[in-house]
């Protein structure tokens, strides 16, 4: 056995945050609104066909899907000491969370040059969702997962 939990569960989640995303619990309690709207949002975009495919990728996709909603979601605690009273909007900032980018770009000119970059069919049809899930390293974990295991999860082929 591998160790790595087969179900997922707001328990494991709240060690997930602890152990992968590295917050300690002096940013966001054990008992914060934010872990639990993450973690129930998360539980109920993941497709639950995932868990037939693998259970620990399931829970996997769910915890990293949560992590990226908390990111986007918590608020800090204005009571902490620097740095910790910024934390989330700090966070935020370093990954461009609150900056809008309506799609890839594939093509750019000018009077002189041209450039073009071909638009993978797996990207083509992302939604504003899956483009907001991009700009952290567990949203883009959980599209890999989700998108690993076929079209009918987040991105389309």
């Given at each position: 056995m591998?160790g790595?939990?087969?179900?997922?569960?707001e328990?494991g989640?709240i060690?997930?945050i602890?152990?992968?995303?590295?917050?300690?619990?002096?940013i966001?309690?054990?008992t914060?609104?934010?872990?639990?709207?993450?973690?129930?949002?998360?539980?109920?975009?993941?497709?639950?066909?995932?868990?037939?495919?693998?259970?620990i990728?399931?829970?996997?996709?769910?915890y990293?899907?949560a992590g990226?909603?908390?990111v986007n979601l918590a608020q800090d605690?204005?009571?902490?000491?620097?740095p910790?009273?910024?934390?989330?909007?700090d966070?935020?900032?370093?990954?461009?969370?609150?900056?809008?980018?309506?799609g890839?770009?594939?093509?750019?000119?000018?009077?002189d040059t041209?450039?073009?970059s071909?638009?993978?069919?797996n990207l083509?049809?992302?939604?504003?969702?899956?483009?907001?899930?991009?700009?952290?390293?567990w949203?883009?974990?959980?599209?890999?997962?989700?998108?690993?295991?076929?079209?009918?999860?987040?991105?389309?082929?």
């Amino acid at each position: 056995m591998s160790g790595l939990e087969t179900v997922p569960t707001e328990d494991g989640y709240i060690n997930w945050i602890r152990q992968i995303m590295g917050v300690d619990s002096s940013i966001i309690a054990d008992t914060s609104p934010y872990i639990n709207w993450s973690y129930e949002i998360s539980y109920e975009i993941v497709n639950v066909l995932l868990d037939y495919a693998s259970p620990i990728l399931y829970t996997q996709a769910v915890y990293n899907l949560a992590g990226d909603y908390l990111v986007n979601l918590a608020q800090d605690d204005p009571t902490l000491s620097p740095p910790n009273n910024t934390y989330w909007k700090d966070l935020r900032q370093t990954f461009g969370s609150n900056s809008f980018i309506p799609g890839l770009i594939n093509a750019a000119n000018d009077e002189d040059t041209s450039a073009a970059s071909m638009i993978p069919l797996n990207l083509q049809n992302i939604t504003l969702a899956d483009l907001q899930n991009l700009k952290t390293p567990w949203g883009r974990t959980y599209l890999s997962i989700a998108q690993s295991v076929g079209s009918m999860w987040g991105l389309t082929l």
